[in-house]
């Protein structure tokens, strides 16, 4: 079943706000390989972790329709207003930009915008989900 | 004004993927258990798509020389990387294209390549001076 057309321009409640350590982005970087030592700003996809946690709000949403395991991520971007770094706490709001049928797949166009503790935009995160329904 | 940067090589392991999946919060089987990687009919464990799109990122901090000066970064995941077990993983390569416009904007058009494969589509990625 195909997913409903109204959650276009649908917003999602925040994400519960991440405390970003200095721990987490060298483990994120370490796996990665990617250079990083202490007080260094967090590598440029380190924001997916919080876009991801606005992400599985929007999958377990039960009135979305959208089964988690046939999610394939389809696309990625971000734009950052600056660099994450350790200390800051954030939170990601999830809205859903677009919403079209190929082929029997919705193609699930979302923006997650994260915000810092004083409400300053931080990053967008924008991710186009595929969604093959019964697949 | 062009400049093609040193391309680099990267290998991946499982190991790796056990580690981006914690380090992410990304628990998703289909990147570390081969069973269930070939129950949804990949032909075996595959990388994060955010894995790679995070080595691209990693190409263009070793060039700058330092994290932080990525403004933009974007791609489309076209193709999977499969990484078999043991230590020899993948090898995922990248190269990029340094354009600086006018303005002194640089963007980093770059190239991901799995086995001669491209496995990100258009990753590009802009930086701050």
């Known amino acids: ?135 | 004004m062009t400049t093609e940067l040193e391309p680099r090589t990267y290998r991946v392991t499982r190991a790796d993927l056990v580690a981006y999946a914690a380090a992410s919060g990304d628990p998703n089987p289909i990147h570390q258990d081969e069973d269930v990687a070939r129950a949804v009919g990949l032909p075996g464990v595959i990388a994060h798509g955010m894995y790679t799109l995070a080595l691209a990122a990693r190409y263009v901090d070793e060039w700058a020389g330092r994290s932080g000066r990525i403004v933009e970064l974007g791609a489309k995941f076209t193709r999977p990387v499969v990484v078999p077990a043991g230590e020899e993983g993948a090898e995922v390569s990248v190269s990029g294209v340094l354009h600086t416009d006018e303005d002194g904007v640089e963007t980093v058009a770059l190239t991901v390549t799995c086995d001669g494969q491209k496995v990100l589509g258009n990753p590009r990625a802009v930086l701050r001076a």
């Not at chain 1, 970087?29 to 590598?43: F, K, L």
């Not at chain 1, 971000?78 to 029997?104: I, K, S």
């Open chain 1, 1 to 135: 079943m195909p997913v409903d057309a109204g959650l276009v321009g649908r917003t999602f409640p925040p994400t519960e706000p991440y405390d970003v350590t200095a721990h987490a982005v060298r483990a994120f970087a370490e796996a990665t390989g990617t250079p990083w030592t202490d007080g260094d700003p967090a590598p440029a996809t380190f924001p997916i972790v919080v876009a991801f946690a606005a992400m599985q709000a929007l999958m377990d949403d039960p009135t979305v329709g959208i089964e988690l395991h046939h999610v394939v991520h389809g696309e990625q971007r971000f734009v950052h207003e600056r660099p994450v770094v350790a200390g800051d706490r954030l939170t990601a709001e999830l809205t859903v930009e677009t919403l079209r049928q190929v082929g029997g797949a919705d193609i699930i166009g979302t923006s997650s915008a994260l915000t810092d503790a004083d409400g300053a935009l931080v990053c967008t995160a924008r991710a186009t989900l595929v969604h093959k329904a019964g697949a």
